[in-house]
Nanobody
Framework: QVQLVESGGGLVQAGGSLRLSCAAS????????MGWLRQAPGKEREFVAASAWSGDTIYYADSVKGRFTFSREAAKNMAHLQMNSLKPEDTAVYYC??????????????WGQGTQVTVSS
């Protein structure tokens, strides 16, 4: 079992930045693919960024490419999502997930509780 806890969400003005963190316990995250997904009110959960278990390949949704950066901190068993140039359409609950990895939420076995990100215009 892997337990994931997100932190770092909050309210920010458009153009601002936030850094989300995901702390894992139970197992070593280096054995898993990892992803960040988000869900806005009334919408389906969507892919944001993902990393293969090796950490050497990172994928981004087109909507966040160039603005968001996914990183893994193996020594602390953590992952981060640096979000810059935030837009109101980035408003959502952001989830950290671990599993096989990839674009599809079904490929993840473990999920955090989510952290709210709200971007005001």
């Amino acid at each position: 079992q892997v337990q994931l806890v997100e932190s770092g969400g909050g309210l920010v003005q458009a153009g601002g930045s936030l850094r989300l963190s995901c702390a894992a316990s139970g197992r070593n995250l280096s054995n898993y693919g990892m992803g960040w997904l988000r869900q806005a009110p009334g919408k389906e959960r969507e892919f944001v960024a993902a990393s293969a278990w090796s950490g050497d390949t990172i994928y981004y949704a087109d909507s966040v490419k160039g603005r968001f950066t996914f990183s893994r901190e193996a020594a602390k068993n953590m992952a981060h999502l640096q979000m810059n140039s935030l837009k109101p359409e980035d408003t959502a609950v952001y989830y950290c997930a671990a599993g096989y990895g990839g674009y599809d939420a079904k490929m993840y076995d473990y999920w955090g509780q989510g952290t709210q990100v709200t971007v005001s215009s």
